[in-house]
């Protein structure tokens, strides 16, 4: 609960004084905008009052009836070599014209600009959920802010990070130390004492029996009787 309240309070204090320098800054600018006025129709109404147009002096201090009041007062205008006459309704229509042109300037910011805040509220989201719309309201400021910020937290001090796997070790606890390896050679393989079988020699192909020649024919035989 303490927490909440802390926080609360702490955005508007943080939402108050960004208020009060604003509220400043717009009452200095009321107040030169205001001075410059009343030193202008001062002078005016003075230099109106001494020329034929002086029962239109008052004029000066009327917005819009000024501009018509110097159209009078400058009948010809010389831009180089070029010269115009003076139109007192132009005149006076200028800064009606000017005004609608800062409407309408005004309205195409603000719709930019809410168009920004919504954006810039999904950043902001991702970052400080709680100051949110407060930091995209002044997302120029809140930037600033969140520049050192991770996201999801609200500090960016460093977290330690748990363990990737198994569990932690204990207090006092020194992890034993694998034996060193012993380099690896090469076994010495010793080479058999390799002997020459002794093959004997083929036995010798046997010949053909050779037979006596035949003894020759006796005469008177068979073929002389």
């Known amino acids: 609960m303490s927490g909440w309240l802390d926080s609360l309070w702490y955005q508007m204090r943080w939402g108050y004084g960004v208020a009060t320098v604003l509220i400043v800054v717009?009452?200095?600018?009321?107040?030169?905008?205001?001075?410059?006025?009343?030193?202008?129709?001062?002078?005016?109404?003075?230099?109106?009052?001494r020329s034929p147009h002086a029962n239109k002096a008052w004029m000066a201090w009327v917005p819009f009836c000024r501009q018509y009041l110097l159209g009078l007062l400058v009948p010809e205008v010389r831009v180089g070599a070029l010269q115009l006459n003076s139109f007192p309704l132009f005149l006076a229509a200028l800064p009606v014209a000017l005004v609608l042109h800062s409407i309408l300037s005004v309205l195409t910011w603000l719709v930019v600009y809410t168009l920004l805040v919504f954006v810039n509220l999904e950043i902001f989201r991702r970052y400080r959920p709680k100051?949110?719309?407060l930091l995209a309201i002044f997302y120029p400021?809140?930037?600033?802010?969140?520049r050192n910020q991770v996201i999801g937290r609200v500090s960016a001090a460093p977290q330690t990070p748990p363990p990737t796997q198994g569990y932690p070790p204990n207090a006092g606890y020194a992890p034993q130390q694998a034996p060193p390896q012993q380099p690896y050679t090469q076994p010495n393989y010793q080479q058999p004492n390799y002997q020459q079988p002794n093959y004997q020699q083929p036995y010798a192909q046997p010949t053909a029996p050779q037979y006596p020649p035949a003894p020759p024919e006796q005469p008177g035989g068979p073929s002389g009787q």
Do not use: N, T
């Open 131 to 133: 100051d949110a719309v």
């Open 141 to 146: 400021i809140g930037y600033f802010i969140i």
């Open 26 to 49: 717009f009452a200095l600018i009321a107040l030169i905008y205001i001075a410059c006025w009343v030193l202008h129709s001062l002078g005016f109404i003075e230099v109106a009052k």
